[in-house]
């Protein structure tokens, strides 16, 4: 199964029953396993958990801590984007070089490198001195 078919396959289990926009997410650890989430929301609309979040979750309770691949997919017109947490979040455990691939249901795709989509990113070394 491809990483954009293990996120679209778990988006189906999204509870997203205020926004009705189900997210899927499917990683690769440097390990090799595959990590799945999808966007959980709760009636305190907005909060929630996004899908990047959980996947994130599941591959550090699975004891990886390395992101080598990611897919997101959505039903979107466009190829879906992580939001800004979920960009940083990615960054954090994500080589700058590791490759993400945004789709939308109807096979759209945009690919690109994590450290593209977060350009600037806040990183560990602008805290040494803390």
């Known amino acids: 199964m491809s990483l954009i078919d293990a996120a679209k396959a778990v988006r189906e289990n999204a509870y997203a ?5 189900k997210v899927g997410v499917a990683l690769t650890a440097k390990s090799g396993a595959v990590y ?14 996004c899908a990047e979040a959980g996947a994130i979750a599941a591959m550090i309770a699975g004891g990886d801590t390395q992101i080598t691949e990611i897919a997101v997919i959505a039903d ?5 984007t992580p939001c800004g ?16 691939t945004m789709a939308s249901l109807s096979g759209e795709q945009t690919i690109m490198a994590v ?16």
């Open 85 to 100: 947490g979920c960009r940083q979040k990615l960054f954090e455990f994500a080589a700058p070089e590791a490759k993400i």
């Open 17 to 21: 029953p205020y926004s009705n926009f």
């Open 76 to 80: 979107s017109p466009v190829p879906v």
């Open 115 to 130: 450290a593209d989509l977060l350009p600037g990113a806040f990183v560990k070394a602008q805290m040494d001195n803390a």
């Open 36 to 49: 799945v989430g999808c966007n959980v929301e709760n009636v305190a609309y907005p909060e929630g958990t």
